[in-house]
């Protein structure tokens, strides 16, 4: 039996909170088939078990705003269940942290569409470099040149690009064909 010590800290709170309470705007998984096989037999799961994983959110105008696990909740939706259980993430603030927290929860699951997930990292640069005109095309011009010559690229795309490939797992070519 484990024994609990009085340093352990949770690193966020867990809810069971109202559908209705949840919010989602951009994901970076472009459609759900909610009719297709896989989406189906969560919903059967779910029917059975109930949900085995919460979702993620972070408090927004009130509600929450969906960061990660939008196909539970459709599912549940479906379902007609009032509540999902959520994970309660609340230092979340900017359009890149969704994007990363997103990326991370997506992509260690083998269905994400590649063309979502270049998307997602095309958003996220966006996202980090605001200030900037980064377009799909100037960024990988830049990740060619970071290949290349990495001395003529900012520090900061350097960083960032660097945080994508921490997160994804992927090299820097495999980042740049995708």
């Not at 010590?5 to 109202?18: C, G, L, V």
């Not at 969560?42 to 919460?54: A, D, H, M, T, Y």
């Not at 230092?91 to 990363?100: I, P």
């Amino acid at each position: 039996m484990a024994t609990r010590t009085s340093s352990a800290t949770p690193a966020a709170a867990f809810f069971d909170i109202p559908l209705a309470l949840i919010t989602v705007a951009a994901q970076i998984r472009s459609r759900i088939d909610q009719e297709g096989e896989a989406f189906l037999a969560l919903v059967e799961s779910i029917r059975e078990k109930g949900v085995l994983e919460s979702v993620i959110v972070t408090p927004r105008d009130g509600n929450y705003l969906l960061i990660a696990g939008e196909r539970r909740l459709l599912a549940c939706q479906k379902l007609g269940l009032a509540t999902i259980p959520a994970r309660v993430i609340d230092v979340v603030s900017g359009r890149d942290e969704v994007l990363a927290l997103q990326l991370t929860e997506n992509l260690l699951r083998a269905d994400l569409d590649p063309i979502d997930t270049a998307q997602a990292v095309v958003e996220y640069i966006k996202a980090r470099h605001r200030d900037e005109a980064y377009d799909t095309d100037k960024i990988i011009n830049t990740m060619i040149l970071l290949q290349r010559e990495p001395e003529r690229v900012n520090a900061e795309i350097v960083a960032t690009v660097a945080t994508i490939q921490k997160i994804t797992t992927k090299s820097l070519t495999s980042l740049r064909r995708s």
